[in-house]
T-cell receptor
Framework: DTEVTQTPKHLVMGMTNKKSLKCEQH?????MYWYKQKAKKPPELMFV???????INESVPSRFSPECPNSSLLNLHLHALQPEDSALYLC?????????????????FGPGTRLTVL | GENVEQHPSTLSVQEGDSAVIKCTYS??????FPWYKQELGKRPQLIID?????GEKKDQRIAVTLNKTAKHFSLHITETQPEDSTVYFC??????????FGAGTTVTVRA
């Protein structure tokens, strides 16, 4: 299996709701990422997990809470979001997070979850 | 942090001509430079990448060049086809993995 999968594909939530985004990969990758992408903009890195531990948090508001239950799964828990948080949320994975030296480290992206906050 | 600038923001070429997209980066420690394409509503897909120890890499009609001294890298697409029409993003990463993306280039290939 060489794909990253994400559920749900679309999510509409109110500002008081709690919801979760899920990401899964079975490529044996030990690094997983969350990105946020607004329309007509590039992806912006939010979080990096390396060997199931959070290694990077790009100053993301606490209303976004990541979780990595095991090496194949990555969740993003959402609570008290704002309308400006509406975006495409992309998950990605790679072999590792850094340290490959001269080897490649392609990040494979999932299809994303289109989030709308009302 | 790393800052990546990408030009042009839009590019229109005649089918069969070449397309060139240029990016500059700010952090001299960046060592990995991937290029992604992203169809509308789809996931980003890697088309080619290059590491800092290599000056040029080619894969069929696509090539990437890197000038570490000037801190810029470019994507070259030859013999363009209508199916090459999409959005292309360059990116730069320190330590292979912390990607900073350029703003993107929308390429249109006219038949």
């Amino acid at each position: 299996d060489t794909e990253v999968t994400q559920t749900p594909k679309h999510l509409v939530m109110g500002m008081t709701n709690k919801k979760s985004l899920k990401c899964e990969q079975h490529m044996g990758h030990r690094a997983m990422y969350w990105y946020k992408q607004k329309a007509k903009k590039p992806p912006e890195l939010m979080f990096v997990y390396s060997y199931e531990k959070l290694s990077i948090n790009e100053s993301v508001p606490s209303r976004f809470s990541p979780e990595c239950p095991n090496s194949s799964l990555l969740n993003l828990h959402l609570h008290a979001l704002q309308p400006e948080d509406s975006a495409l949320y992309l998950c990605a994975s790679s072999q590792v997070a850094g340290g490959l030296g001269l080897a490649g480290n392609e990040q494979f992206f999932g299809p994303g979850t289109r989030l709308t906050v009302l | 942090g790393e800052n990546v600038e990408q030009h042009p923001s839009t590019l229109s070429v005649q089918e069969g001509d070449s397309a060139v997209i240029k990016c500059t980066y700010s952090d001299s420690a960046s060592n990995y430079f991937p290029w992604y394409k992203q169809e509308l509503g789809k996931r980003p897909q890697l088309i080619i990448d290059i590491r800092s120890n290599v000056g040029e890499k080619k894969d069929q009609r696509i090539a990437v060049t890197l000038n570490k001294t000037a801190k810029h890298f470019s994507l070259h697409i030859t013999e363009t086809q209508p199916e090459d029409s999409t959005v292309y993003f360059c990116a730069a990463a320190v330590d292979d993995y912390k990607l900073s993306f350029g703003a993107g280039t929308t390429v249109t290939v006219r038949a």
